[in-house]
């Protein structure tokens, strides 16, 4: 079994390819970035006119990419809790890691999964934060 998932409750990928896809019984999810469905609002990022980041917020960030993620897993029929493994990507590590560090504790206080977490200098979109996530069904 090889199948495509797309949420209806997720932003729009920003590309050509699924929310996740579906192996046996493992879930591999795209990169998940906070931006809010149907729209290009990213929560607690001010943009100016050319589209460049004056400031952001990475706990709204974190707290919205997390909700992203639980909107795939759950329309894949899968959840939270049966995430295996994490790949972070922050374009700051100096100055966010402290806070999506604290709040990734908060979100798995039990049963934490792997994860890595890698400093790039940019994303596709002017977000600070992407998660790639594999979970089971």
């Not at 469905?37 to 980041?53: F, M, R, S, Y």
Request: glycine share 6%; with cysteine.
């Amino acid at each position: 079994m090889n199948d495509s998932i797309n949420s209806g409750k997720a932003p729009e990928p920003v590309g050509l390819y699924p929310h996740a896809k579906r192996v046996g019984d493992l879930l591999f999810l795209s990169g998940v970035g906070p931006r809010e469905k149907g729209t290009k609002i990213i929560p607690g990022v001010e943009l100016d006119a050319n589209g460049n980041i004056v400031s952001y917020n990475i706990e709204a960030q974190c707290r919205s990419v997390f909700q992203n993620v639980k909107y795939i897993l759950e329309d894949a029929g899968s959840s939270w809790n049966k995430i295996v493994d994490v790949t972070v990507y922050l374009t700051n590590m100096k100055d966010d890691f402290p806070i999506y560090n604290k709040l990734w504790a908060e979100y798995f206080a039990e049963n934490p999964p792997c994860r890595t977490t890698l400093e790039i200098n940019c994303l596709p979109t002017p977000i600070a934060i992407e998660l790639k996530v594999v979970a089971t069904i």
